[in-house]
Nanobody, 123 residues
Framework: QVQLMESGGGSVQAGESLRLSCAAA?????????LAWFRQGPGQEREGVAL???????RYTDSVKGRFTISRDNTLNTLYLQMNSLKPEDSAMYYC????????????????WGQGTQVTVSS
């Protein structure tokens, strides 16, 4: 059972920054997989936040463009999400996910998911 583990969440004020990390368990490689961050707020559907393909190409949901940056380090098997200028509406549980197929991953159908890390932004 592959394990993905998120970290870096917390409670911040609006305008502040956080960096989320997602590490894979030993024996699992990110190298050929698309990786993504999703989030789900209370009473809301899960939404894709950012995706980075195996070739490094990225996509973002409109609400975070210019504020969030997704990156990956294949040698460390770690995925990152740098979140700047945070807003209260960014508050949610953030999940990382991985899949060989970026399209399937962006649709929320990735093979592997983490347990989530909570981000709370107060005004």
């Amino acid at each position: 059972q592959v394990q993905l583990m998120e970290s870096g969440g917390g409670s911040v004020q609006a305008g502040e920054s956080l960096r989320l990390s997602c590490a894979a368990a030993s024996g699992y490689t990110f190298k050929m997989r698309a990786l993504a961050w999703f989030r789900q707020g209370p009473g809301q559907e899960r939404e894709g936040v950012a995706l980075i393909d195996a070739d490094g190409s990225t996509r973002y949901t409109d609400s975070v463009k210019g504020r969030f940056t997704i990156s990956r380090d294949n040698t460390l098997n770690t995925l990152y999400l740098q979140m700047n200028s945070l807003k209260p509406e960014d508050s949610a549980m953030y999940y990382c996910a991985a899949d060989f197929l970026p399209r399937r991953l962006w649709l929320g159908q990735g093979d592997y998911w983490g347990q989530g890390t909570q981000v709370t932004v107060s005004s």
